[in-house]
Structures are given as C-alpha cells and as structure tokens.
C-alpha cells in the first residue's frame, strides 16, 4: 500500500505543481481560491453521479411539504408532531443515501487536502532564519552509532546534533542563507537519507516530513519518497514556519479556507450542474 501511495503522490504533486504554477507571483490565497471553486464544482458533480438523484430530490420534496405543513397547521399540536415524525423519517433517508457518495468523495477530498498541506501549511525558510531539523531512529541503540549531518553550500549548521534518548531523536538548528532548494543528508552510522530544505521568500512546495512510517505518513506528506524500513532512520522532520494567509482581510487557515469556499461554490453551482445535495 506504500508503494501505491507514493506512486499517486507521483502522479499528483506535478499536476498540482502545474496548477499552482500561474499564481506563484501572487499572494496564495489566489491559488487556493481557484482550486477550492474548482474542488467544489467536482465534488458537486460527483456527489450526482454517485447517488439517486430521483430518490433524493423525492425525499427533498417530501420534506419540504412537510415543513409547510407545519407552518399551516402550528395550532394543531397532533398534526405538527406527526409532521415533525415524517421528517425526521425522511432527514434519515437521507442521510443513508448520501452515506455511500459521502465515503466515495472522501478520497479525492483526502488526495486534495495532502497536496494543499504540501504548498499551503507552512513557508519557505527566510535568509539567515534559524530552524530546527530532527531526524528519528528506529531503536535508540541507533544514537551509539557514529551520526552527521551534511549540508550543501548556502546552508548552515548552527548546534552539533542533540541526542534525545527518551524520544529516539537527534536535532540539529539550522539556517539558510541561500534561497533554493537545497539537499540535505543525514548520516547515522552507514545509513544516509537525503532532505530537501526549501529556502526563499515566495510560497510554494515545502515538504515538511520526510518518513518511513507507513501508509498514512506517506499519503499526508506527498513530495519526497518515503524511507526504506530497513534502514535505522524512520523520519526526518523539519519545523519550518506557518504560511501565513489572509481571505477578505482576515488571517485564515488554509484548511478552513479550503472548506469554505469549496462548499460556497458546489452550492452556488449545484443548480447550474443539476444535482439534488
């Protein structure tokens, strides 16, 4: 299953890279916009195509009738609580129709959120911006092992390795003083894995995590391989800063973003597109 993950992240990240492409100029609140309205719209269409409309729209219908009901006969307690009876029978309907669309849209809504998280989540390091960099061993018996940390031109090496038994960590502080993408290679005894550092001012793709935990690490930190299992490092983290971003002038997370204006547009575009959600 790790391999079949890394291999859409292969397929995925380029696509997003190329989408991303036409507003790295600009602030990125542009490019989530256009990809939130887009997400929205897709989602909308495949919520219709993977449910019964007919028998949605029905129960829709059905409800609606029934909250006029009420309305009408509000003095007639009987009446209302029989009404109220039918839809609630009808709201849990429903909710059984769109149960199965609802768990086949999780999956692209999941793939898209990961490569959101990958460009949206945090920034590139600024010029002379320290960061902390920790890589993981698999067993602490790992840190008796002899451990460096080799960095390219342009990156700087601030602390010696601090060895964390308790948490099976080595941390380092780091600063770059070049911007770019540079390469990393941590050693722990014959194992070495490489890290890429991003480095600059513009937003873009920052890879947080680079693991070898499994199947979920991989799928959430899309952007570089995963680690081999046999090798003594299990994950190499570092903790770059937050992207800040601002919708309508108020500093918003970008997930929160995502959500919102997913939602406001399949909305606004669910009656162009025909479907009953």
Known sequence: MVALVNLINVVLTPIFDVICWPFRALAPVWALTVISFASGIFLVWLFGKTSDQDRIHEIRDRIRGNLIGVRLFQHDIGVVLSLQGRIFGDTFRFMRLALVPLVIMMVPVVLIMTQLNLRFAVRPL?????????????????????????????VVIETPPVKIRSTREIAWRLRVDRPGDHALVVRVGEDTIEKRIAGGTRWGSVVQLRSGRGMLDTLLYPGEPPIATSLSIEAIEIAYPPLEMHLLGFSVDWLIGFFVLSMVCGFAFKGVLGVEV
């Open 126 to 154: 600024e010029t002379g911006e320290p960061v902390l960099v920790k890589a993981l061993v698999r067993d602490a018996t790992a840190l008796d092992r002899p451990i460096a940390l080799d960095v390219p031109d342009g």
